[in-house]
């Protein structure tokens, strides 16, 4: 039975929409959008609490489920100021790009490397981290470039540039992650987008991961992506920018089309259609309606 509840924790833990986990975890969440699930009991609440209610340490348990969610998800910390740090308030990424291990990642641009408790979502223990090695020009010399492009097309995005330790040398990560979010209307939503640049062969990749959650009287979540199939780019730092920026144009372009097709389409099959008037049928002036007279006379 144990298991059995880590096992419906984590699932709970691993499908939180963006911005969404304290909310899943805790039940305020299902309780703001559907304020009679607050007069539940709690163990019959549709939260993560409700079923740690009788096992109180199954959301340590849940520790693995937890981090999942913050690597996958691009999370971004703040690092907490100090007399002693120079960058204070720097937003940095929490990803397995970026890992460490036992808890701790690293920040190139801002030197930094720190311990994050993906329960609590905090920062803790900033210390100086330098990196070394031939990829340390090819991260300096996309930094601004990248940088400028996330904020001029995502101005709430959080940016990272890593080594990539499992491949060849002079191979890098390019991490972003833009977060939206607005529950006062009912929705949430993230882009994360991972490319991966390997200078000896100038070969580009890239995942782009789009995720939005509406959730005013139900739930809508659209989870879609698309993949940067392997791409010469041989001009620099200036035109590995240019190619993830087109790249990332024509996506939205894409999905522009297909939200289109979905109003205009499918959602558009679901609504009951009007009478040929285009006007709504007004019921109480029904007798005075040719076509319900004829019916009403036996007419055929």
């Known amino acids: 039975m144990a298991s059995n509840n880590v096992t419906a924790v984590s699932a709970f833990i691993e499908g939180a929409p963006p911005g969404e986990l304290t909310d899943v975890v805790n039940g305020t969440h299902s309780s703001a959008s559907n304020p009679s699930l607050s007069k539940l009991p709690t163990h019959k609440r549709p939260d993560v609490k409700a079923l740690t209610a009788s096992h109180p340490t199954l959301l340590e348990t849940a520790r693995p489920a937890f981090q999942k969610y913050h690597e996958e998800q691009l999370t971004a910390a703040k690092l907490p100021g100090s007399e002693k740090s120079a960058d204070i308030g720097v937003k940095v990424l929490v990803s397995e790009y970026n890992a460490l291990g036992n808890g701790r990642y690293f920040d190139v641009e801002s030197g930094s490397e720190w311990s994050y408790d993906h329960v609590t979502q905090r920062v803790s223990d900033v210390r100086s981290y330098t990196v070394e090695g031939q990829d340390m020009d090819l991260i300096t010399s996309l930094q601004k470039p990248f940088t400028l492009h996330a904020h001029e097309h995502y101005p709430t995005s959080t940016t990272a540039i890593v080594p990539a330790p499992s491949s060849p040398q002079d191979s890098i990560n390019l991490l972003l992650t833009s977060s939206k979010y607005s529950p006062s209307n009912f929705w949430n939503g993230r882009l994360r987008t991972v490319y991966h640049y390997n200078k000896a062969t100038q070969i580009l990749t890239g995942t782009l991961k789009c995720d939005v959650h509406y959730y005013e009287d139900g739930n809508v979540r659209l989870l879609t992506s698309k993949t940067l199939p392997e791409t010469i780019v041989s001009g620099g730092p200036g035109e590995i920018v240019m190619v993830i920026a087109r790249t990332e144009k024509a996506w939205q372009e894409e999905l522009n089309r297909d939200f289109a097709r979905l109003s205009e389409g499918e959602f558009k099959g679901l609504r009951r ?24 006379s036996g007419r055929r």
């Open 273 to 296: 259609q009007l009478p040929v008037t285009r006007q709504k049928m007004e019921w109480e002036k029904i007798g005075s309606y040719r076509g319900a007279r004829e019916i009403g």
